[in-house]
């Protein structure tokens, strides 16, 4: 391959570091405070702990050796299940907890699904969120498939710390390159075979692959089988499983015709290019010792939940109902959110702090009630807010039973404190996690940290009591240590603002997988409304419990609620109203569906646009075709909605992958942000099997006596989930916009249009069909004004010199509204095109404003005619016409060869 040049501007755009919240620093060349926890549902077995540490310190010596001696492990906690049974030798964890997890050790909810994967969201260049591995991974039972557990750590690391992708593709393994149909692979020096395995009644069989006679491609299920003992030593993306596999594809031997997801994403670039690229490689330098440090674990154990309200109830408080509303809150996570078994105090604080509850452990209702009596009193507000008081003092009550290692504080605050940084160092050296709820629209940096560095939720409700953001945001609260069948699920939440006598009425969806420990709460701000719930049977419930004062009534479903759609009806005269529905799962063996959301990254300063991303799956499993809404409040209580999209196009990575996301344009002022998003599941959602971001399933490999050893298929999945859909809603933290001017001139145009990364191609007789999905006027919104459309035989031309390829006649292409499909047909004109020719492909669209799209993925499409013989391919499927000429071709060399015996044999009798 020739090397060439890619554009350092363009990609540069993209390397926005991930804002999940992980622990993991980069001291020097190592890596400290990786966190590995191992899922609740997975089976007590201590082999399983040496076996993860083996995995590590083998991960280690070979990510040193791939990195040129510039990374490798030195620091990793492992979380235990609070279900396994203690030792001696185990911690308590500090600010290690599942939620800020780097690995997950997983038991798949899907027979079979041991596929190594990750949540990787963004661009080339971001960070992913977690890596997932199973405990046949760990344990070295998957080694004909992936390889070695080290080498399995190492693939999906890249993935992880660097924003590099795949350099396989399981939906198209081969491409037509210089006539020939070629595996995609990096690096070329890859050898193997391409063969088809199948399996028909309880038999299999090998055979060769053939060539489609129409399109000269080959057949669907031939697949590239590597020879087990190779040469080459890239690449790891690819095929880490080879055990000559210990490099990075390099600028110097990576494949940028192959079409897999590295390209596509990374503008052709390498995964070692991109690498370079990344903060670690710029602030490390390479060390001398032939092998790295032994890496050092720490086991840790997930204990008993000790959680502590701290309740600001200084003077500002007393501003807009918030202690009612606060109130509220705190009495709905009392009742349904904080998990049996946990131990819960309460704190209050003004200029000083008071305890209101010392630590209580939560056995029955009677725990729950004495909780709610000793929240504080809704006319109580003292002078000014000392947060650092409040802190301390919730410290101390942890203290007198327990260590405050790994122990909540849940702070609410209106965050009208500046003074928070003084007690920055006492709440980190107390191993204490802090999360945030900020009423109202401060700003104060101080309380952002204090979640940040203890690996905290922060969240934000405004005034504004129609969003139901307080409630919400306790509602978010449910220990992310549990299992999830453990866990509150949110079904619903809404609120309206009745001007006139009115009804707030609507139906919510409970399937199969939930229904334990339903509560239905209402809310209102002036006189109860009349309230009823009517199931999927037609009976009525009425019974709600009612806290007049508080201004609020629940409604407990008792057993399990019946699988159906539920309706509820509330009445009353002008006001505001909320409802909140929570469940819990019906059966601990079977995860609930679950909606996790979040921004992109934490702070950003206009006009740099925000990505909205909402994950749906049921437990390992993504869910396909949700209907995802995000809810997205600014800091004056305005709510914009926006429709998230699984369609790998705009601010969408990859099609159908269970995560939908979208730009977030719609800024209206300074100030913190908060996120919710409602999914939504139809009869015809389905759930898939992870098909991006994993380490490829090996078909099998060739030994030195050229024998194939071929590896199982891969197992299927039932894509059918529930007859009846589903509801599912969650929050993500809070972001801070920041420098939004006051006004614009509506004229202002600021943002291009998106890249299409979904460009399409192949020829239809003597014209080419180019399929893409419509980018908008502004990013993944509105229309687009004209498309620029350019082709080249030469793939490094059109890369690196769009604007010098050959453009395509588009006048008669007038763009649609963003994520609508575009079609274009054209006849190829100014390039000489053969039987064999490959054309290149590429796109930019441009708004009315000149702005102008980044170039588009690169497409390739190859003619073909059935006259071409390919030669590389022997085939059962060769063109019926070639077989034609062929046995024409015999019959006539035989009919003149006959011919000329008989002339001879009549001359001879002649002669004699």
Not at 649 to 672: H, P
Request: aromatic share 8%; glycine share 6%.
């Amino acid at each position: 391959m020739v090397p060439f040049k890619m554009p350092i501007l363009v990609l540069t755009l993209y390397l926005l570091q991930g804002t999940g919240a992980s622990l993991i620093k980069l001291n020097g060349n190592g890596y400290e405070d990786v966190v590995i926890a191992i899922d609740p549902n997975v089976p007590e077995d201590e082999k399983l702990i040496q076996q993860i540490e083996d995995m590590i310190s083998e991960a280690s010596t070979y990510l040193y050796r791939a990195t040129e001696k510039r990374f490798y492990f030195e620091s990793v906690s492992i979380l235990i299940p609070k279900t396994w049974q203690p030792k001696s030798d185990y911690e308590k964890p500090k600010h290690e907890t599942y939620k800020n997890a780097d690995i997950i050790i997983e038991v798949p909810n899907s027979p079979g699904n041991d596929i190594p994967r990750i949540d990787q969201f963004g661009k080339c260049g971001e960070r992913g969120e977690r890596i997932y591995l199973t405990p046949r991974i760990i344990r070295g039972e998957m080694l004909n498939v992936f390889g070695p557990k080290g080498k399995v750590l190492v693939h999906e690391w890249a993935h992880f710390r660097w924003g590099v992708f795949e350099e396989y593709n399981e939906d198209n393994p081969f491409y037509q390159f210089d006539g020939k149909n070629v595996p995609v692979k990096c690096s070329e020096g890859i050898t193997g075979t391409n063969k088809v395995y199948t399996c028909s009644g309880g038999s299999c069989s090998i055979r060769d692959c053939w060539t489609d006679p129409k399109t000269g491609k080959l057949n669907k299920d031939c697949m590239f089988i590597p020879d087990k003992v190779q040469s080459e030593k890239a690449s790891i993306m690819f095929m880490q499983s080879i055990d000559s596999v210990v490099e990075f594809c390099t600028e110097k031997n990576h494949n940028r015709f192959a079409p897999n997801l590295q390209n596509k994403m990374c503008y052709l670039k390498s995964t070692w290019e991109v690498i370079q690229d990344s903060e670690d490689y710029k602030k490390s330098t390479p060390m001398m010792a032939a092998e790295p440090p032994k890496s050092r674990f720490s086991l840790k154990q997930i204990g008993e939940r000790i959680l502590v309200l701290v309740i600001d109830t200084s003077r500002s408080m007393k501003v807009g109902n918030r202690l009612n509303r606060l109130r509220q809150a705190s009495q709905f996570f009392l009742l349904q959110i904080i998990e049996k078994g946990s131990w819960t105090g309460i704190v209050t604080f003004d200029s000083s702090a008071t305890i209101q509850s010392e630590l209580m452990q939560i056995e029955s209702d009677v725990q729950r009630k004495t909780l709610i009596s000793r929240l504080p009193n809704v006319t109580v507000a003292g002078g000014g807010a000392h947060i650092c008081s409040g802190l301390r003092t919730a410290f101390m009550v942890v203290k007198k039973k327990f260590l405050t290692d790994g122990s909540e504080m849940v702070l609410l605050t209106d965050g009208e404190d500046n003074t928070t940084n003084t007690c920055f160092e006492e709440v980190k050296q107390s191993g204490a996690i802090i999360h945030t709820i900020v009423l109202g629209p401060s700003t104060e940096k101080g309380l952002e940290k204090l979640s940040e560095m203890t690996g905290g939720m922060k969240t934000t409700a405004t005034d504004n009591v129609q969003n139901n953001g307080l409630i919400d945001a306790f509602s978010a609260l449910s220990s992310g240590n549990a299992a999830i069948t453990q866990r509150s699920i949110k079904l619903e939440s809404k609120g309206i603002t009745l001007t006139n006598e009115g009804w707030m009425n609507g139906t919510v969806i409970f399937d199969s997988t939930v229904g334990k420990d339903t509560l239905f709460l209402v809310t209102w701000t002036a006189q109860q409304p009349e309230m009823f719930v009517m199931d999927p049977s037609g009976n009525i419930y009425k019974n709600f419990a009612v806290e007049t004062s508080s201004q609020m009534a629940y409604l407990q479903i008792p057993n399990t609620a019946q699988v159906g759609i539920w309706t509820y009806s509330l009445k009353s005269s002008a006001q505001t109203l909320t409802l909140t529905i929570t469940s819990r799962a019906a059966n601990p063996t079977v995860p609930p569906f679950t909606v996790d959301s979040r921004m992109h990254k934490d702070t950003s300063s206009f006009p740099s646009p925000m990505i909205v991303y909402a994950e749906v799956r049921q437990g390992s499993l993504p869910i396909l075709g949700a209907n995802v809404t995000a809810l997205i409040e600014s800091a004056d209580g305005t709510t914009v909605t926006l429709q998230l999209l699984d369609n790998g196009a705009g601010a969408d990575s990859f099609k159908n992958d269970g995560v939908y996301s979208r730009y977030f344009l719609g800024y209206k002022t300074d100030g913190q942000y908060s996120l919710k998003v409602r999914a939504l599941g139809r009869t015809n959602t389905q759930r898939s099997r992870s098909q991006v971001n994993r380490a490829m399933y090996i078909p099998g490999s060739i030994d030195q006596a050229g024998q194939i050893q071929v590896n199982k298929p891969k197992p299927t999945l039932s894509p059918a989930i529930s007859q009846t859909g589903f509801n599912v809603v969650g929050l993500g933290d809070s972001f801070l916009v920041s420098n939004i001017p006051s006004s614009q001139p509506s004229q202002t145009d600021i943002f291009p249009p998106c890249r299409i990364k979904d460009l399409k191609a192949n020829f239809e007789e003597d014209h080419i069909r180019l399929t893409w999905t419509a980018p908008g006027d502004d990013l993944d919104t509105g229309r687009a004004d004209r498309y620029i459309i350019r082709m080249s035989k030469d793939l490094p031309t059109l890369s690196s010199y769009f604007d010098s390829a050959l453009q395509v006649n588009t006048d008669n292409l007038i763009p649609k509204y963003a994520n609508s499909e575009e079609v274009f047909v054209f006849k190829p004109k100014g390039l000489r095109i053969e039987n064999g020719t490959v054309i290149y492909l590429a796109i930019k669209a441009v708004d009315k404003a000149n702005l102008m799209s980044p170039i588009s993925n690169i497409a390739q499409v190859h003619m073909f005619t059935s006259s071409l013989e390919d030669q590389n391919d022997s085939s059962p499927g060769t063109s019926i016409s070639i077989i034609v000429l062929s046995v024409v071709g015999s019959l006539v060399a035989i009919a003149i060869i006959a011919c000329v015996i008989v002339y001879l044999l009549n001359k001879t009798r002649t002669q004699d």
